[in-house]
Antibody, heavy 124, light 108 residues
Framework: QLQLQESGPGRVWPSETLHLTCSVSGGSFSSSYYWGWVRQAPGEGLEWLGSIHYAGYTYYNPSLKGRVSISMDPSKNQFSLQLTSVTAADTAVYYC?????????????????WGRGTLVVVSS | EIVLTQSPGTLSVSPGERATLSCRASQSISSTYLAWYQQGPGQAPRLLIH???SRATGVPDRFTGRGSGTDFTLNINGLEPEDSAVYYCQHYGDSRWTFGQGTKVEVK
């Protein structure tokens, strides 16, 4: 059963870059076509940040105004999130998740499975 | 840009009762790309329904999704205390993923 696990610093200084990694286990990284990141600010709802296709194509939430980038390292069964110029508004639980597809890579769009999430606090 | 509006914001129900949660899209969407999630306190979201009406693996048949066009509904029959959670609808389209703001269900 595919499992995802987020890792990274729990605190980031304002104006710095947030960097998180999602490690995939229990299945073949290369057999999944897409990977993605979602976050949830304290007491708030879910916000899609971005997704990456196995061929390297990336898709980002326009509301983040170019601050977000996603990359992957299939050799390590990992994909990563970078968020630049962070502020207190970026304090959130960050989840990695897999957008589901059919066997040919046709996106169904729903996220399954999800990681447990990791809290990142932006504070000095 | 598709906006998903969920209602009500909070729903308080007694055990055994039925809950009806609404998700309205700002424009017509394909039901193929509408999903529902359950998020318990301190937990990651859990997929309940995809394709508007298909239950995910292991989801009890008390959870039923339906809808088309702009109006989608999640019904939960025979509510149990462990169903207390926030429920989100989600859409995918044009390389963008969007979530509704959530409905909190309190079973007590």
């Amino acid at each position: 059963q595919l499992q995802l696990q987020e890792s990274g610093p729990g605190r980031v200084w304002p104006s710095e870059t947030l960097h998180l990694t999602c490690s995939v286990s229990g299945g073949s990284f290369s057999s999944s076509y897409y990977w993605g990141w979602v976050r949830q600010a304290p007491g708030e709802g879910l916000e899609w940040l971005g997704s990456i296709h196995y061929a390297g194509y990336t898709y980002y939430n326009p509301s983040l105004k170019g601050r977000v980038s996603i990359s992957m390292d299939p050799s390590k069964n990992q994909f990563s999130l970078q968020l630049t110029s962070v502020t207190a508004a970026d304090t959130a639980v960050y989840y990695c998740a897999r957008p589901e597809t059919d066997g040919n890579g046709y996106l169904f769009g729903y996220f399954d499975p999800w990681g447990r999430g990791t809290l990142v606090v932006v504070s000095s | 840009e598709i906006v998903l509006t969920q209602s009500p914001g909070t729903l308080s129900v007694s055990p055994g009762e039925r809950a009806t949660l609404s998700c309205r899209a700002s424009q017509s969407i394909s039901s193929t790309y509408l999903a529902w999630y359950q998020q318990g306190p301190g937990q990651a979201p859990r997929l309940l329904i995809h394709g508007s009406s298909s239950r995910a693996t292991g989801v009890p048949d008390r959870f039923t999704g339906r809808g088309s066009g702009t109006d989608f509904t999640l019904n939960i029959n025979g509510l149990e205390p462990e169903d207390s959670a926030v429920y989100y609808c989600q859409h995918y389209g044009d390389s963008r993923w969007t979530f509704g703001q959530g409905t909190k269900v309190e079973v007590k």
